[in-house]
């Protein structure tokens, strides 16, 4: 009898769904790379997820040579999740290394944001949102890809 516990909550991941289409984003706030407070609005377009380091890479990668405040002007944000990064290299060497970049990242440390949009490990996932509900996802594994879409959604 004891089993039984055990057994159901093994498989209540099984019952998690994924986010549909249609869908409002639950509001949430995180810390970025310089410790400033954001909290997800409705006035965000695009979300960009990043699960790994090489998805972060990525949007390095097709941010290269844009200026500051480029993410913004496109009403993007940008959530990177560290939380499998040790936390003492995240504080010692990664986040002050995110502090030259010029565009802001919001910094899941702890996983209470990102598992929210699943997606691949090694992609970005855009999230196309109007007035906080999802209307398009879409997943990107290059930084041309990226690049060329963050082109298109010009302000």
Same mark, same amino acid.
């Given at each position: 009898?004891?089993?039984?516990? !055990?057994?159901? $909550? ?11 289409? #249609? ?20 006035? !965000?377009?695009? $979300? $960009? ?15 290269? #040579? ?8 496109? /009403? ?20 002050? /290394? ?12 702890? #996983? ?12 970005? $996932? ?30």
């Amino acid at each position: 009898m004891k089993y039984w516990p !055990v057994l159901l $909550l093994s498989l209540l991941p099984l019952w998690a769904q994924a986010l549909e289409v #249609g869908e409002r984003l639950a509001p949430w706030t995180l810390l970025d790379q310089f410790d400033q407070a954001y909290t997800l609005d409705n006035q !965000v377009q695009t $979300l $960009l997820v990043a699960r790994s380091m090489e998805a972060a890479k990525l949007v390095d990668a097709a941010l290269q #040579g844009q200026p500051k405040g480029y993410l913004e002007a496109r /009403h993007t944000v940008f959530l990177a999740d560290i939380q499998r990064m040790p936390r003492l290299i995240a504080k010692m060497f990664a986040v002050p /290394h995110m502090r030259d970049y010029s565009y802001r990242i919001m910094l899941d440390r702890d #996983g209470r944001v990102a598992p929210r949009y699943p997606g691949a490990q090694d992609k970005v $996932l855009w999230l196309q949102i109007k007035d906080g509900q999802l209307v398009a996802q879409h997943e990107y594994a290059t930084a041309e890809q990226l690049r060329e879409a963050l082109e298109k959604a010009r302000p």
